[in-house]
């Protein structure tokens, strides 16, 4: 990777395997989370119009699992908050994730592209509240007051993922590019890299345990444990 000048733009997108290592499931690897249930039956539009309850009691537990006290910020979160704090330019940070240890480990220049899972949204008003406990049809909107209307605030498949105009005009300005922990084979997302390179101006860097289904596009590639690699690639750039 060639230095970056002082003052140079910083976006990084991470994906499920940055949270693997603490404690939480990936969706595609071997069994992950769409080996145990339907992503058609907990992560579609269609599946929770059929079924609300089901769709609650995945989310409720999955809200369960965030709050177990073994789920913490690895050392991957920590060093990208370090970057965040200590990089004399700006860093933007993209998550496909819709856990908050990005958040806990001190990040906050952050986009949750896929929505995030400590929060609910109200169908009826539209509005999005914070929420970690269980949710279910009784509950009513803390705003509108109407039961029923809460679902989760998670971009489901089928779904526009949220801020895709911000994601891109950061993606068109950006003087590196890094992907970590990523499978590469879900979009908008995988096709980051390219709209990077299509302006041949950023460079490009994937992080990750294996080679992602975009590894090719990439200039370069490290592989390794996102807890190991992540950190290293910090003090490299902090240096």
């Known amino acids: 990777m060639q230095p970056l000048a002082p003052d140079a733009f910083i976006v990084i997108l991470t994906g499920a395997g940055i949270s693997k290592e603490s404690g939480l499931d990936t969706f595609r690897c071997e069994g992950g989370t769409w080996s145990k249930v339907r992503i058609e039956d907990v992560a579609t539009p269609e599946g929770y119009r059929r079924n609300p309850i089901l769709v609650q009691e995945f989310y409720n537990a999955r809200r369960e699992g965030l709050r177990d006290a073994e789920v913490q910020p690895n050392a991957a979160h920590l060093a990208l908050a370090r970057l965040e704090r200590e990089w004399t330019g700006e860093v933007l940070l993209i998550t496909q994730n819709i856990d908050d240890l990005h958040e806990r480990a001190g990040s906050s220049n ?52 949220l801020e895709m105009e911000r994601i891109f005009d950061a993606l068109g300005q950006c003087d590196l590019f890094v992907s970590i922990g990523t499978s590469g084979n879900v979009y908008p997302a995988a096709g980051f890299v390219e709209a990077v390179r299509y302006q041949g101006v950023g460079q490009t860097l994937e992080l990750n345990l294996d080679p992602s289904e975009r590894s090719s596009v990439f200039e370069e590639n490290r592989l390794g444990l996102a807890s190991v690699i992540v950190p290293e690639f910090v003090a490299e750039i902090l240096r």
Do not use: D, T, Y
């Open 110 to 161: 952050l986009i949750h592209m896929h929505g995030e899972l400590l929060k609910i949204r109200c169908e009826n008003c539209g509005q999005i509240h914070i929420w970690a406990e269980e949710l279910s049809a009784q509950v009513p909107c803390p705003s509108c007051h109407i039961a029923g209307q809460l679902r989760p605030h998670i971009v489901w498949f089928g779904e526009i993922p």
